[in-house]
């Protein structure tokens, strides 16, 4: 069964008003069973299948300033460039949500990168900002969660906090198809430990800084 119908539609999917809406209204959205089906079968039994060589230990930054630490977080992760079936199939749906997102809410979005992530048992990321300081090339970040069957006591929440002063935030629960999308400068948020191995793919659109003597996003 071809994924390709799911992607043609979801420019006209009454799910992608709800997540321009809610990025409008309050900055963020929250889509339980947003991406189910075919297409998220497939993500799911390609990330689930990959071996640990395929995964890196998860760092913060980039290009110069990038440097592992294990006190802020310590997932792993595996970069989608597009060259497997199911990862292309996630590049064309995020590709049509970009398309749809700067018609209903003029964002200027140029690109779209993303990475399977892994959490063992045990494992987080502290809270966080995802654009990096000095640069407001992340506008809108994803995180479409992979985890069939998953329990509330199994942990591994995504908290979003509202303000740099909110103690409390917002939970999400990594359940299969649900997706989340949030203004990328305005929210920190953290990922709590899990009980059992949490996978999802997060991911970044971004604006163009690129210059003469620059390429964004630096390789």
Not at 129 to 156: H, K, M
Request: hydrophobic share 35%; aromatic share 12%; glycine share 6%.
């Amino acid at each position: 069964m071809s994924v390709r119908p799911l992607i043609d539609q979801v420019s006209s999917e009454p799910i992608v008003d709800q997540i321009a809406r809610d990025l409008e209204r309050q900055g963020y959205s929250i889509q339980p069973n947003a991406i189910t089906g075919t297409l998220a079968e497939s993500l799911w039994g390609e990330v689930s299948q990959l071996s640990d060589d395929w995964f890196h230990q998860a760092g913060i930054g980039r290009a110069r300033d990038y440097q592992l630490n294990r006190f802020n977080r310590t997932d792993s992760v595996c970069w989608i460039d597009g060259t497997t079936e199911p990862c292309q199939h996630w590049l064309q749906y995020t590709e049509m949500l970009r398309v749809s997102l700067n018609q209903r809410c003029f964002l200027g979005l140029f690109s779209y990168e993303s990475h399977y992530a892994r959490y063992l048992p045990g494992q987080y990321y502290k809270r966080h900002l995802d654009a990096f300081q000095g640069e407001a090339n992340r506008v809108v970040s994803t995180v479409l969660y992979l985890n069939p069957g998953w329990q509330p006591d199994d942990g591994g929440e995504l908290v979003i906090y509202e303000s740099a002063t909110d103690s409390v935030g917002i939970r999400v629960t990594p359940a299969f198809g649900t997706l989340v999308c949030f203004m990328s400068e305005a929210f920190p948020h953290e990922v709590l430990r899990a009980k059992r191995t949490r996978y999802s793919i997060a991911g970044w659109y971004r604006l163009n800084q690129s210059s003469t003597d620059r390429v964004d996003p630096p390789r």
